[in-house]
């Protein structure tokens, strides 16, 4: 299915749409962030905390560049389609992959410390990526075909929006809510998440105009953090394993 190119009516409304909704959950996120009780560690872990590390692991910021690039000169009808059904996948997506992943560790007695460190070596070795990218001479995406709805799967649900250190996080996170009432916060987090990404994607092409090198700088500075948190899941991974008694003669 080939797009047209037409007049960009309502951007300006999609993007303020786009900012008061995330700017209001933020926050409140932040305002009632308070202990969780959901992770038994030295330093409490708040909700607020929670949402960040799924916002920094799910959000929109590393989705609007591939969006605008794969939506270039279509008309708005065509990319609310893409967007929707790429919504959509995401959900489905988080939710099947999260709960497959908790059925394993389930069957298989995995251990959640194992899954971490997956996790923080996926997202290390992927932010590290993005970060020396910036130092590449290679030159930007470039759509070579006319885009279609297929494009709402792959790459933008999977692996754009739902990042597989994204669903290794949700799975830990999942696993570790000894209540169903924790366990169905953490989904409306997720889910609220993946909504800032659609409105994200409606209003990807005026926020890139307007913010362009505002959102480039910020994402250096994400992928830094990404590659610092990565570096930590690891290492907190390992001193719960070494505390365990796992790399000892007389450990598991």
């Known amino acids: 299915m080939e797009c047209t190119n037409i007049q960009r009516r309502g951007d300006e409304f999609r993007m303020k749409r786009f900012f008061a909704i995330t700017a209001a959950f933020l926050l409140a996120s932040t305002v009632a962030a308070e202990p969780a009780g959901l992770f038994a560690t030295k330093r409490p872990v708040t909700w607020g905390m929670i949402f960040a590390l799924l916002f920094l692991m799910l ?8 969006f605008v690039a794969l939506t270039k000169d279509c008309d708005g009808a ?25 059925r394993i560790l389930d069957n298989f007695a995995t251990p959640v410390l194992v899954l971490q460190i ?17 130092y590449a001479t ?42 169903p009432e924790i366990s169905l916060i953490v989904a409306g ?8 990404d659609w409105l994200a994607m409606l209003a990807a092409h005026v926020i890139v105009r307007w913010l362009g090198p505002l959102l480039q700088l910020l994402g250096v500075v994400l992928g830094v953090i990404q590659v610092a948190l990565g570096l930590q899941l690891m290492l907190n991974a390992v001193s719960g394993l070494i505390a365990q008694g796992a790399f000892t003669a007389g450990g598991n």
Do not use: C, D, W
């Not at 959000?59 to 591939?66: A, F, M």
């Not at 070596?121 to 910036?134: E, G, N, P, S």
């Not at 987090?189 to 800032?196: K, N, Q």
């Open 118 to 134: 997956v996790a923080g070596l996926i997202l290390f070795l992927v932010a590290l990526q993005a970060v020396m990218q910036q």
């Open 189 to 196: 987090a997720v889910y609220f998440i993946l909504f800032i």
């Open 138 to 179: 290679s030159r930007p995406f470039e759509r070579n075909e006319p885009p279609t709805l297929a494009l709402a799967f792959s790459p933008l649900a999977f692996p754009t929006i739902v990042t597989p250190y994204g669903i290794a996080a949700v799975t830990i996170l999942v696993t570790l809510a000894h209540t």
């Open 59 to 66: 959000g929109p910021i590393k989705l609007l560049g591939p």
């Open 78 to 102: 065509f990319r609310f389609r893409l967007a929707t059904r790429a919504f959509l996948f995401s959900i489905g997506a988080v939710t099947i992959a999260a709960g497959l992943g908790k």
